[in-house]
């Protein structure tokens, strides 16, 4: 392939970018980048050239802001914010790790691995695509950090730069000690299974001579060292915090038994009595160890815990003296002005000195309309700006905005988890039995004190519940694993308890029951011929609007029209929050409010003609896909009570009025305040009720806090969600009852595990206290038991799970 | 002297095992198998001019 060396001044046949580089031509064709180049040979082989000659205003536009709004990483030159992304940097060199959220396929792979031939300062670039991050080595004389966040914005793969993901530091590093905790109680399992056997099939006969025998508990005793210091080490310090804070957890059991194991086994060994049960002690500590790590493999990809540090961006523009200079946010004064740019999130409560603003607060109320003010008027951090830059005067510091206030009054003291509870409560009991029956065990062959003391371990060793604690995290592993699948993402396995006991479930309507995408669009007026819906399609698709975005797919589908690229409007003029003027093949359109085009003060989008009034568009949000008949069946359980609340007016009541249970369940008109509000007054009704609040954005984070579980709907399940315990898919909010009730089986299901290793350790205490546990014994009961268990949670969980059907998800 | 050297084959790789952890060769499991399918053409290009 030829490559020529282009003097500037020529465009990039792609993304119409000026080539300023050495850029790569073939065929008098010129790109600036290999990315450009790659999918430009794509598209001319298969004959998909077209995209070129389609002068789509609104792409142009696109590329227009992108190019204008990489001011906004002007603070990235700022020395101490750049410092704080570092992972190192040495003589002149430095490596940064971003977080992509855009990556999502091979040919990102291969775009972003080639980044060192687009900016020959980046010496390497690795990205590791299953946690979206990038790691970039680079020369920082030759270009910087800067640039390369632009370079990669330019692309396409924004990074993710808020304040979090500045503090939030990696930590695969615990899950490695983990693995390697599980190898070597693996290896040491095999090893002491293989030099035990030939003492079973021995016993009694003495065939192989003590020399051999004694090697082999020799070898035993080697490879149970490693396991008893290192890989059994979690449980000890579980126990050990546990008898510091005097809270009893199923550790306590757990070391106690395996203390027991080791010492007596060591005992046997050393004072050459027995084989000892080497091999079971390894073998426990390997399952244990199993279920431990199933139990930590969360999800990378979600975050949980975000806070106010996610929403609110790290830098701004503060004009000072005249000039315009970025700032970090948090040395935003009061008093300071600000320039906020379209689409940017304004840190702190602020007072516009502009004339006039369209602010988008849908983060923090749902509302998605955009709400317009006049120069003087208050706007609160969090909200978006839409439209043209604005200059807003800060009010209140960040650290005392009313979002972060919102935030704050929220942390309440959390109500504690009742697996929790009752895990204790039976921990307590467990422990305190098993004590209690080694000692009654013990006591029985008093006199005789080496059967004594046998017994008293055999009963600590086979009471220790080892498919008690494997039950719990595999049932409820396997339905998170099941569940993530279907595009239900839980927080953690008391999450999928909690969910499953839910007695009132309590819903958002904006953006959580209805969606802004499914919207229903109606027009009254004149008969529209397909010249006049072409001629709006035209505008509308050059509108960044919503609702013309709408309509625009709306008529598209009523009338089949599939070829939307052909339609182009010839001017285009926007006036935001009111409406547009467009002119299409020598006619005049118009559609905008009710002022826009001079009309009454109906409510609609109207629709003007070459002057001629039309007719208006109404457009309803209305409830998503298959939401009614789910509430429906909800309302029919018995066993659970439903609420809705709602920011807006109930002008769309009578839509839900069929899924709820009488008026009193219905309310609108609720502040973020007043639906955290609801909640407390839930809870304080009946304090067992288990609330799960079902809600989208920040306006319902307050009630999402204080509800026992708090479950985000989102349309993209890699897109900003409050802090929540579960974070759902949109699609699959029409089976809400359905993954209920599958959550819910999941506690019977780890019931029926529990009594399947009670029975195996009745058998095992009864032998114990017999005084008859033998090694051959407990090496079979052991291992048995704990795969039954297994077997049995995962076969259950997924045999429940073929009832939900299968929602595409991400 | 079979024992002996059962032992240290698999105390060998156990040892590879812990070695392959730590150096970071199951962070990744996703990237690395779609990278072998980039053939490496264009930078020996590059490399050439």
Request: proline content about 4%; hydrophobic content about 40%; charged content about 20%.
């Amino acid at each position: 392939m030829k490559q020529e060396s282009i003097t500037q001044g020529i465009q990039c046949a792609h993304c119409g970018l000026q080539c300023d580089r050495d850029c790569i031509g073939s065929n008098d064709i010129f790109f600036c980048c290999d990315g450009c180049k790659a999918v430009y040979e794509l598209l001319s082989q298969h004959d998909l050239c077209g995209y070129y000659s389609m002068d789509d205003p609104k792409l142009k536009s696109l590329k227009h802001l992108s190019h204008k709004s990489m001011e906004r990483f002007a603070y990235l030159d700022d020395s101490a914010i750049g410092d704080s992304l570092f992972e190192y940097q040495l003589d002149g060199k430095a490596q940064v790790t971003l977080k992509l959220p855009s990556v999502h396929c091979a040919s990102c792979v291969w775009l972003l691995e080639k980044l060192p031939f687009i900016n020959p300062g980046i010496i390497r670039s690795r990205l590791q695509l299953a946690g979206k991050y990038i790691t970039i080595y680079y020369d920082k004389e030759k270009t910087s950090l800067r640039s390369i966040v632009e370079l990669l914005t330019l692309l396409g793969y924004e990074p993710e730069l808020s304040m979090a993901t500045v503090q939030k530091v990696e930590q695969v590093n615990s899950n490695k000690t983990m693995y390697i905790r599980l190898s070597i109680a693996g290896f040491a399992f095999g090893n002491t299974m293989l030099f035990s056997l030939p003492g079973y099939f021995d016993e009694g006969m003495n065939l192989m001579g003590s020399h051999f025998s004694l090697l082999f508990s020799g070898l035993n005793l080697l490879f149970s060292l490693p396991v008893i210091l290192y890989s059994a080490l979690p449980f000890f310090k579980n126990a050990l915090a546990g008898i510091r804070s005097k809270t009893m957890n199923l550790d306590i059991p757990i070391a106690m038994g395996i203390i027991a194991l080791y010492g007596r086994s060591l005992y046997e060994i050393l004072s050459n009595s027995g084989p000892g049960f080497m091999d079971s002690f390894t073998g426990l500590v390997f399952f244990l160890l199993i279920g431990r790590l199933f139990q930590k493999k969360s999800f990378d990809a979600l975050e949980f815990d975000r806070d106010h540090s996610s929403f609110i961006p790290l830098q701004c523009t503060v004009v000072e003296c005249e000039r315009e200079i970025s700032k970090p946010v948090s040395a935003i004064r009061i008093g300071d002005t600000l320039i906020i740019h379209n689409q940017e999130i304004i840190p702190a409560d602020s007072k516009l000195l502009s004339a006039i603003g369209h602010i988008d607060y849908s983060f923090i109320t749902g509302e998605s309309t955009p709400v317009e003010l006049i120069k003087g008027g208050m706007i609160f951090a969090g909200a978006r700006v839409l439209g043209p830059t604005l200059q807003v005067e800060v009010q209140r510091e960040v650290s005392r905005s009313a979002l972060l206030r919102m935030w704050n009054s929220e942390e309440s003291p959390q109500i504690k988890s009742k697996l929790l509870h009752v895990s204790e409560v039976f921990a307590k009991y467990f422990t305190a039995f098993t004590i209690g029956l080694a000692i009654f065990g013990g006591m029985i062959y008093l006199p005789d004190i080496t059967s004594s003391i046998n017994v008293f371990t055999a009963v600590l060793i086979i009471a220790c519940p080892c498919a008690l604690t494997l039950a719990g995290p595999f049932t409820l592993g396997n339905i998170m694993r099941l569940s993530a699948k279907k595009g239900v993402y839980f927080k953690n396995p008391e999450t999928v308890m909690e969910f499953g006991s839910g007695s009132s479930i309590v819903f958002d309507k904006t953006g959580t029951l209805t969606s802004s995408l499914e919207g229903q669009v109606e027009y009254v007026g004149n008969i529209l011929l397909r010249d006049d819906i072409e001629m709006i399609i035209s505008g509308c698709l050059a509108s960044t609007h919503p609702k013309s975005r709408m309509i625009a797919a709306w008529l598209s589908k009523k009338n089949d029209i599939g070829n939307l690229c052909g339609i182009r409007c010839d001017m285009f003029r926007e006036i935001p929050g009111s409406g547009w003027t467009s002119h299409f093949r020598g006619h005049e359109i118009q559609i905008g409010s009710s002022e826009f085009i001079q009309q009454t003060t109906e409510r609609g989008v109207f629709l003007s003609i070459d002057g001629i009034q039309y007719g208006r568009f109404m457009i309803h949000e209305g409830p998503r896909k298959g939401i009614l008949p789910m509430l429906k069946r909800l309302k029919d359980d018995v066993t659970i009570t439903t609420f809705l609340l709602s920011g807006d007016d109930d002008k769309h009541a009578y839509h839900y009025e069929s899924g709820f249970e009488g008026e009193h369940s219905l309310r609108f008109h609720q502040s973020p305040d007043q639906k955290a509000q609801f909640i407390d007054a839930l809870h304080a009704q009946n304090k067992d009720e288990v609330i799960v609040m079902v809600g989208d954005g920040i306006n319902d984070a307050g009630a999402l806090k204080k509800s026992n579980v708090g479950i985000a709907v989102t349309e993209h399940i890699s897109s900003f969600t409050p802090g929540c315990d579960i974070v759902m898919s949109s699609k699959v909010l029409p089976c809400f009852d359905m993954i209920m009730k599958y959550a819910q089986s999941g506690s019977s299901v780890i019931m029926g595990a529990f009594i399947i290793s009670v029975m195996y350790n009745a058998i095992g205490l009864t032998l114990a206290l017999m005084g008859k546990l033998t090694p051959l014994f407990t090496a079979i009961l052991m291992p048995v038991s704990s795969l039954t268990v297994i077997g049995f949670s995962i076969g259950m969980t997924s045999w429940k799970a073929r009832h939900i059907p299968n929602v595409e998800s991400e | 002297m079979l024992i002996g050297f059962s032992v240290l084959v698999a105390g060998g790789f156990l040892i590879a095992f812990i070695w392959a952890v730590k150096s970071g060769q199951f962070d990744d499991r996703a990237t690395p198998a779609i990278r072998m399918l980039f053939d490496e053409q264009k930078d020996e290009d590059i490399s050439k001019e």
